[in-house]
């Protein structure tokens, strides 16, 4: 994914969103329950993260590079759901505005055609219309919808890979790279936000997330 503009410069620690956390990072179960206080918790927490580096340092690079991939894929299924989600919210709003505000203006005539009421709601009719159709909130939806659809089918592709090897790795670049480019404008604060989720959801180390500042978490909560 690219960014945009809306990040300071400045912002933001390595690794960027476009990278992975090193394998290594991973502390899995152990770390949930060390947080939650828990007195075994600490030793599960020392041998996940001895597990979860032992496993990296096994790693052969295909296998590096597929796990590069896979969390990229993630990360950005994690981002399409939310613009998704973000598209039909919108539209369904602007489809209730406008229903809600040309039965008023309709009965609001039928009583008094003369109110200033009714011209009041059939401006907000007109411009909620025109904004549905301007910003097409519906195409936009469906665009993102593809876009989780069609990352999803790669992310299964991915992990039913036995055994990389070059070719394997080659293949899930390129595929990766194509859904990139069909991609709109990328809201860098929403995408570091999923990537921090996917990190988390595969126990990495706090240290290895991404820092966003209090107005890239206002951006990525708009979105």
Same mark, same amino acid.
């Given at each position: 994914?690219?960014? $945009? ?13 476009? !990278?992975?956390? =090193?394998? #290594?990072?991973? !502390?899995?179960?152990?770390?949930? /329950? ?5 007195? @075994? ?12 580096? !032992?496993?990296? /340092? ?29 598209? $039909? ?5 602007? *489809? ?17 055609? $003369? ?13 909620? #219309? ?29 992990? %039913? ?9 080659? *293949? ?5 790279? %194509?859904?990139?480019?069909?991609? =709109? ?7 570091? @936000?999923?990537?921090?989720? @996917?990190?988390?959801?595969?126990? !990495? $180390? ?18």
């Amino acid at each position: 994914m690219s960014e $945009d503009s809306d990040t300071p410069a400045g912002a933001g620690p390595t690794p960027g969103p476009s !990278t992975s956390p =090193p394998p #290594g990072s991973a !502390t899995g179960l152990g770390a949930r /329950q060390q947080s939650a206080g828990k007195l @075994e918790a600490g030793q599960q927490y020392g041998a996940g993260q001895q597990a979860a580096a !032992t496993a990296a /340092q096994k790693m052969t690079p295909e296998e590096q590079a597929i796990w590069d991939i896979d969390f990229g894929v993630k990360k950005s299924i994690r981002y399409h759901a939310r613009r998704r989600a973000f598209y $039909d919210r919108l539209e369904n709003w602007t *489809k209730i505005l406008v229903a809600v505000s040309g039965a008023a203006a309709f009965a609001t005539l039928i009583g008094n055609p $003369d109110h200033w009421f009714p011209k009041i709601a059939t401006a907000f009719v007109a411009a909620f #219309g025109l904004a549905d159709v301007v910003l097409n909130f519906g195409a936009r939806a469906r665009l993102h919808e593809e876009l989780y659809r069609k990352f999803s089918e790669l992310a299964v592709e991915i992990a %039913t890979t036995s055994r990389a090897a070059a070719v394997d790795v080659a *293949k899930f670049r390129a595929l990766r790279l %194509t859904l990139e480019t069909s991609e =709109p404008p990328i809201i860098d604060a929403l995408e570091r @936000e999923c990537w921090n989720a @996917e990190a988390e959801s595969r126990g !990495t $180390d706090p240290q290895y997330l991404q820092e966003l500042s209090r107005l890239q978490k206002f951006r990525a909560g708009l979105s």
